[in-house]
Each structure stands twice: as structure tokens, then as C-alpha cells.
T-cell receptor, first 114, second 113 residues
Framework: KQEVTQIPAALSVPEGENLVLNCSFT??????LQWFRQDPGKGLTSLLLIQSSQREQTSGRLNASLDKSSGRSTLYIAASQPGDSATYLC?????????????FGPGTSLSVIP | NAGVTQTPKFQVLKTGQSMTLQCAQD?????MSWYRQDPGMGLRLIHYSVGAGITDQGEVPNGYNVSRSTTEDFPLRLLSAAPSQTSVYFC????????????FGDGTRLSIL
């Protein structure tokens, strides 16, 4: 059974720092991995999607990497800003045609202190 | 461009009552799904649909029904509400092919007394 974990559960950093959020999954047979952002009282916003054949994806100050063999993904946030404060979740999709196999991690709550 | 719209945003029910959570998307997405989010449990899939007339169960389907009569709408029905169904419910949609990113609604916060 696929299990997704995220470490740390919570993180507080001063503004301007670079930071890394971690996501681990137990079954390396994934189709893709997504990173989401969730603001309090809101739904999830997709940040980056990495296909299983890719190693990384970049969007602005965000860079996500994927190492299928070790079951790990990292989300790197450069020059953090208070507006980055949110909960970040990763989700893995196990098979292209098995749409019920999207498994979410519990999330990392990020606070960026001005 | 509305994206995924969920109604209501908040609801309080008494045990045993029934209700329908509405979800609509205007992006012509084939795939739609319902999740519940609980503290410490993350998001868990309740039901999903890969197109009009096609639905299937996710991880936690008991106590919930769905139907998909149109591409746009995917309502979630609570048949007889129980306190264990107190949660935040999210609807999501995406294109069916190529592992497309999911788009989420803002959620419905449901309390069962």
C-alpha cells in the first residue's frame, strides 16, 4: 500500500531564507507527483507536477525534484516571503489509468516570519 | 472563469439528516472527485468519476452517494449524516489524459451534531 509522508510537519523561517520541504513515498511505481499549496480556509492550488520520467520542474522561485528510486521528492523555495506561508502537500499518482490511486501526504505547515 | 465551484461553504446538520453537497466545474474536465480532509488524516478520496454516467468508489465511500449526469456537475449526497462525517469536503477536477494537475474547489465545511 502506498504511503506518503512529509517532513517536517511544521516549519518556521525568517523572510529571505531558502528552504526545502520533503516528501517520501513507499512505492516507487508512480505515474506522477504533484506539489500543492493550501491557504487557510481554501482549497488546494497545484504548484508543480512532475511526471515519473522527469527529474525536476521549476516555476519561479519554486523547484521540485523527484527521485523515484529512493521514493523522495523535495520542494525548494528560494528567497522565502511572508506570502509563502501556507500548508504544502505532495500527492503521488500510482498509475496512469487508476485514478483512485492519488495518495496525499499530510502536509508541511510553513510560516515565513517578516 | 469560475473553475471548480462548491456550495454551500458551511453547513451544520443534525445526526440522521441528509443533504447534498454541490460541485460544478466549467473547464470541460472529464475527471471529477470528492475528498474529505481531516486533521492528521490528510485528504482521502470518497468517490470519483471519469465521465458522465461513470462513477466509482474511492478509499472511504461508506455513507456517501454520487452521480454524474452531466460533465459539469458531480454532487455528493450524505444519506444519513453521522458525527464521523464532520469534515471539510473538497471537490476536484482534471483532464483525463496525461496526468494533468487537479483543480480544487474552496471546500465545504460540514459539522454534524
Amino acid at each position: 500500500k502506498q504511503e506518503v509522508t512529509q517532513i517536517p510537519a511544521a516549519l518556521s523561517v525568517p523572510e529571505g531564507e531558502n528552504l526545502v520541504l520533503n516528501c517520501s513515498f513507499t512505492d516507487s511505481a508512480i505515474y506522477n507527483l504533484q506539489w500543492f499549496r493550501q491557504d487557510p480556509g481554501k482549497g488546494l492550488t497545484s504548484l508543480l507536477l512532475i511526471q515519473s520520467s522527469q527529474r525536476e520542474q521549476t516555476s519561479g522561485r519554486l523547484n521540485a525534484s523527484l527521485d523515484k528510486s529512493s521514493g523522495r521528492s523535495t520542494l525548494y523555495i528560494a528567497a522565502s516571503q511572508p506570502g509563502d506561508s501556507a500548508t504544502y502537500l505532495c500527492a503521488v499518482s500510482a498509475m496512469k489509468t487508476s485514478y483512485d490511486k492519488v495518495i496525499f501526504g499530510p502536509g508541511t505547515s510553513l510560516s515565513v516570519i517578516p | 472563469n469560475a473553475g471548480v465551484t462548491q456550495t454551500p461553504k458551511f453547513q451544520v446538520l443534525k445526526t440522521g439528516q441528509s443533504m447534498t453537497l454541490q460541485c460544478a466545474q466549467d473547464m470541460n474536465h472529464e475527471y471529477m472527485s470528492w475528498y474529505r480532509q481531516d486533521p492528521g488524516m490528510g485528504l482521502r478520496l470518497i468517490h470519483y468519476s471519469v465521465g458522465a454516467g461513470i462513477t466509482d468508489q474511492g478509499e472511504v465511500p461508506n455513507g456517501y452517494n454520487v452521480s454524474r449526469s452531466t460533465t459539469e456537475d458531480f454532487p455528493l449526497r450524505l444519506l444519513s449524516a453521522a458525527p464521523s462525517q464532520t469534515s471539510v469536503y473538497f471537490c476536484a477536477s482534471s483532464y483525463l489524459t496525461g496526468g494533468q494537475p487537479q483543480h480544487f474547489g474552496d471546500g465545504t465545511r460540514l459539522s454534524i451534531l
